[in-house]
């Protein structure tokens, strides 16, 4: 975790990329053109030590936590600049699932659950919400979600096929034993772009983050040529954090990393063939 903003580093969108020493130090080396007189990035197992002008110290463990301590020392990073500081780590396969998101105001909800896309039929839309581990249990029931008092709390888990369906709920997880299962493909549908926008957001970070990403729809708008700029580009996009923007780099002759923004959220970063 780094002290500076408390990002957990083995949630961190660029963390797959930056599992290797070497791909460490090109991160370190591609901060170093937007850095003022005085800060010094480091670095150390695991990720990096900053240490600001003033002396004070941070140990961070994320590209994240990295880039919001050192940017009260850091330039304006302008338009994306390669310049070849480094080669990045080629990930482990991915086994998280790409999902689409359509607007659709006529059309029944679906969103992510912890197993994939699912449906809450005949209720109102219920964005998933942190859980209240006080709350009493709710269930859907005929018409809506009921209360539950003795029942034991459900809560989210990996979903078992030969388990009572079960769907989310108001603050919690609500089932319906009377429903079938509510899988409908690898596609969110939400009502309006507000809602959307919720949806880039939650796939921006755990636990949605860990298991799904939102599919490729377009060619990239920003080109990379050669590996040696790839830890450039993950510095710039950290520290720039456009609204929307689709990247591609290569990582190697094989393999090239695909980075999506949406509304300021990283909703994709892979590799791809």
């Known amino acids: 975790m780094c002290g500076a903003c408390g990002e957990r580093g083995a949630a961190g969108w660029?963390?797959?990329?930056?599992?290797?020493?070497?791909?460490?130090?090109?991160?370190?080396?591609?901060?170093?053109p937007f850095a003022r007189p005085g800060l010094r990035v480091a670095t150390r197992g695991g990720g990096w030590l900053v240490t600001a002008p003033t002396g004070r110290t941070f140990a961070?463990?994320?590209?994240?936590?990295l880039v919001a301590a050192a940017r009260p020392s850091l330039a304006e990073p302008g338009e994306f600049v390669p310049r070849g500081s480094g080669v990045v780590t080629v990930p482990e396969p991915d086994a998280r699932r790409g999902v689409r998101v359509r607007i659709d105001p006529g059309e029944a909800p679906r969103w992510l659950g912890d197993g994939g896309v699912v449906r809450e039929p005949d209720a109102a839309v219920r964005w998933p919400g942190d859980l209240d581990p006080e709350a009493t249990s709710?269930?859907?029931?005929?018409?809506g979600v009921v209360r539950e008092p003795d029942?034991?709390?459900?809560?989210?888990?990996?979903?078992?096929?030969?388990?009572?369906?079960?769907w989310p709920g108001d603050g919690g997880m609500a089932r319906?034993?009377?429903?079938?299962?509510?899988?409908?493909?690898?596609?969110?549908?939400?009502?309006?772009?507000?809602?959307?926008?919720?949806?880039?957001e939650r796939l921006s970070r755990p636990p949605w983050s860990l298991r799904h990403y939102l599919a490729p729809s377009g060619p990239a708008r920003l080109t990379v040529p050669e590996p040696g700029s790839a830890a450039d580009l993950l510095v710039w996009l950290e520290l720039a954090?456009?609204?929307?923007?689709?990247?591609?780099?290569?990582?190697?002759?094989?393999?090239?990393?695909?980075?999506?923004?949406?509304?300021?959220?990283?909703?994709?970063?892979?590799?791809?063939?």
């Open 151 to 166: 029942a034991t709390p459900r809560w989210p888990g990996d979903l078992d096929p030969d388990a009572t369906p079960r």
């Open 138 to 143: 709710r269930w859907l029931g005929d018409g």
């Open 60 to 65: 961070c463990d994320g590209l994240t936590g």
């Open 241 to 273: 954090r456009p609204r929307a923007l689709t990247a591609r780099c290569p990582l190697d002759a094989t393999w090239h990393l695909d980075v999506e923004i949406r509304d300021g959220h990283v909703v994709r970063a892979c590799a791809a063939r």
């Open 176 to 200: 319906d034993p009377d429903a079938t299962p509510g899988w409908l493909g690898d596609e969110v549908v939400v009502p309006d772009a507000d809602a959307a926008r919720h949806v880039y």
């Open 14 to 32: 660029a963390r797959p990329f930056l599992a290797s020493l070497p791909a460490r130090n090109a991160v370190a080396a591609a901060v170093k």
